[in-house]
């Protein structure tokens, strides 16, 4: 579905414009289209094909939606592929936008995803100076609407750490934390396999040898190098976190247990003393002389109370009780 | 056995060829045979090392079946190994296939294994615009057509690994979980095995320097290695992911277990302490008074009732029963 | 906030200066302006932005807040980002400072911290021979001194590590010792985040090839290098021990709890084979004749007595009670 | 102990000769000399020292027996120290061998070890077309040998793994399992640590600057490499399944605990109601009516029996007993 | 404290100097002057620095004892700190040897360590004709006394490995094993830490670019370089081995534990049995007809006798009791 097709001259939106005259304004010198794809038909991405001279083996996997975040040049034209991710109720969405950006065009391809860009389009028209730059500043300012969109995920799994963590410590809290812990850890997954290859995508984009789109705005890239690496520092504290804490609480698990083995260890010698001395006074010989006085009953009760308090505070000296 | 010997001029066929004709066809300019090779005998390799005039180290590694995939260029040959996996019943086997690839030729051998590569021609013989990039075009077509039939293997993997998740928190499936999470992460170890040095090969073949025979199609390698680092990553995943479950499924066990013992806990202190009340009555001293009383009787079931009630309550309130 | 603002020629202080003069003198030859803020607002930070020709990203960075260690250079310009922490009541604090180094200015911007740098002018004030390299060396007494402030926190975590090891083979400390690891760990974590990536922009100020303006004080900034990597090192093998630590404590626990059981098992046996017996002896049949026997009863006893006695002293020789 | 001493020329055996021959042979033009040498005396050592000029650290090394992997280059002379292992008993048995190599000779001496390499030799001698290639053909031809003495201690340790595995899940194997697994760890790093030095050993003989000896055979020597990659990546494999096994282990022996906790839980409640409701009526109450009937004590059986066998119905429905 | 203060020339000793006259001596040709520190005051390093021209970094990392291992170059001079360790009671003392190396001196500066180096010096005096090879040399025999010295605490810890692996499969040792392994572990950390970065300087001082004194002893640093190789090989072994070690004494008490439960579970199930069916006997009801029977007692006994056996005998068959 086509969502926009716009000119732009000197960082100023020039038309609207029809599909099939894109040829006629990516001809025209400091001028560039910017075309927006949504869930797009073959034939969509076979006109934009044609129309802007893309690659087989790029429209191949704009088409086939590809899984990993990646940069390819093919020749003057940069084809990057990134995944836009929601979380909703537990569940991971996984969607994707393919940009491919030449010198005079950026073509956005958003596959299985609800977030739109188009807010990105406004920013850049609002900015004509910063626009200017070409069809290099709007690949950046997609590349870092999608980033930002990453902070909100990361920011709500340290929130959940930190709600676990609250709890860790206390009891009964095991089974509910191990299931969050788990949960915790298959988006952190998720979301480091967005990041990290985009990591290695946005170090081509800066420093060394760039395309040459990217040039002018290298500087830019830096800044999205950076808000990836501190996303990707983000998610190993994480995960490491969520690895000490998957161990902090089996050893709280384990200690809780043995504190209820203790505890049912005192208070099963305690009956087992009671009904041990009963028993030996339920005995049916006919010597016991215990038996026949008058306070012998009185006797056993004290005995048996006796016992069994001298146990309870023993118990009770040793914390099992 | 010899599946096929043909000969190939400008991305056509021209003719299915004796064996013993290829270098006359081998010469010819802008011509390349295509031989295919499954479980081949000694004599067949040796004949085949004649023809192409191919390294008897190489020749080696063909003939015993290398285990780890690997590239080897011979001055102007290019070696490859590629494992063929095929899961059956929880067994994996292991197959292999060895192309060796010079400007005029490219011969497959294949060994322990099913799959054929007879779709792969067929393919090719459709795409003459495309074949007629020569050897390195059927080299990457082979190399795509190995590479393809992992995705299947990881689907497999991720689907179980889903399968074993949905019921991790559920009690009394540890047994299972833990037997199903050791067959995968064997599985895992595999396929990891046959992906990894696949990944390193098709490093070298395209970016930096490359052979010669793959300059054309330097592009398509790019994709195959993309893929390959899209299995990669996944199995990365994988594995990860199974020793975290691994670790959840040892958590759950404890938590049951800790569960278990305090509901023994709780009703061996019930039956306790009735059976410890019902020995103080029956102990044999004359004068127990309750003994003659007309309620005692009813006044001691009571008794034993609203202890074992009380008991019955507080574990209840604590959760344990 | 504004905190200073002076103007240095040749190592020696000239002057306190007006924000609004400060054009003036960064324009002199061999003069150098130094400037601090504190919290700064939207309005200061544009102001210096002015009067330094700094870089919009860099002063975006320096507005929200950066939370990871990075050094960036814009032209001539470098900026510098480093974490101030505090650890208090087992809660961390994560200030931050902001550096821009130009040739002839020095300005620090230090954001939710209440560590002050006024000792570190102090000092350079004091020694004008080495104030007289200019900027580049304020940036590395500045980064000296926040570099310094890391030991000892560092050295507190390592008095908290002995104090756990200390009762880590302990009865009964198992719980408070896995809840003050996970602490440490935690702390060692942020510690970490903020040393890692300091100890790489350090890197980059000495050996190849450094920004102009610390071309003179490489020796200097390859003493923090050291520094940091000696805390990094400490960090390291914190978090190293830390795991083992928490390993060891669980297998105390169980160590425990497996003794525990034992004692139980042990304790259990030996009124259970009384309670039997005195079971069997309570038994109604008409014809025991031992309940006749005139020493029946004292038999009965000593028997029960025995039998307890042995097990005891079985249980006592195998350590069990 | 010298085992021999042979000059060679253009691959063919010319003659064994005196050790104090050796100075003249090897100054002939399209030479070599072949000195195998076993746990040499000190005198042993010095003579070859002098007979091909050594460099005293390695001749120190070769006496000393240097316990790593290396290899080293002194002057023309290459020096390359290899181990040869022997599994007995479950004991492990380093041995050594240390070459060195230079244009006119090889020199090979072994330490410690039982494993000849006269086999080498022969087959050398057997194709005098590869022996031509001189000193470096030898120097390929040996460490060859050895890296093909380390499969075979790999695939016992692959099957003994099977068969662990094979019994993992069985119950009551736990105790032999661990000891198994413990070890072969230990012998999987024995191993490594025989084979990942070599490993960098063998990478340095091809590919990029090579020592001259080893120019000509450079292809064999990555053969070798390859063979090493391919223990490496197994023994990598091995550590990491050890690793889950034993991890797999602790979970398999925790659930069978938890199932012998429930089973004891299960039987002790079926007693325990069993000898409660037998207290109860033992109890020597006077107005007990029910002990006056008829039916009074088929009917107190019947009420036993029925609560033991709801109990052990329950029970064997939640699979406990 | 000074120690000694001598000058060579041409590898023999000419005499022992006074500080004072140091200047003298240093700057006569082929002449080198050799001076010992012993925990030095700050006057005598200060003294130290004047006559050697020292570099204040330098001289500071010397006064405050740096904790890390490692080289640095203030122009043509070599600075190198090394840890001395100790392993004492269980204790670790870590002192440290700091060494300046000019072309015509050596300063070797000890702190906090007991260890001496007469030897080295005697060493180096009785072979004039390695000790003409001047400053390189000297600062060459002191790297290699330090690194020697590592090599019995190596040993030291995997004799106490083995002794801890012998008895890793025992019974009831596993808490001295635990509290040994955690101690080892923290023994090889301090080892590690000392040796890992000194790897790292020995890496520089052969190969590619070297400090100018070292260019003629490359390959005696070479061989240093091998050592710390191979002290670092193993003590990632031990450390790997620890690792092991703890989670196999875990699984072994973990199955202790098992093997006491169900030891529990069958002695407990043999006297249930028994209480349960003398408490049926020990019923009140009036009309037990078996009581009345002249063998009714030695039937009650047989039974229960005949329950407790046959249990007993099933469990022994199960290997519980």
Redesign the interface.
Known sequence: MLINCVAYQQGRKLADIEVKDIGKWVHKPECFVWVALRDPTDDELSQMQREFDL?E?AIEDARKG???P?I?E?GSTVFVAMQLLEFEHGEVQVGEVDIFVGTNFVLSVRNRSKQHFLGVRERCESEPELLAHGSGFVFYALMDAVVDRYFPLLDAMETELEEIEAQ??ER?A??WN??R??GL??RA?VLR?AVA?LLEVAGKLHGGRVPAVCMQTQ??F??VH?HL??IN??ID?IR??I????????????????E??????A???I??????L???????????P????????PM??GI?AAAAGFLFWRFRKA?WV
């Open positions: 690659h083996l590809n899984q990993r990646k390819e093919f860790i410590f009964g095991a089974r191990v299931e812990l788990y850890k298959r997954t396999h290859p500087e830019y830096r800044d950076d690496a501190r520092t983000a504290a490491d976190t690895g000490t804490a998957i161990q902090v609480n089996l050893s709280m698990v384990t200690i809780e247990e043995s209820t083995t203790k505890r049912l260890a208070w099963a010698a009956f087992a003393v009671s009904t041990a009963a028993g030996i006074w339920g005995m049916n010989f006919e010597k016991m215990e038996l026949k006085w008058a306070y012998g009953y056993a009760l048996i914390g």
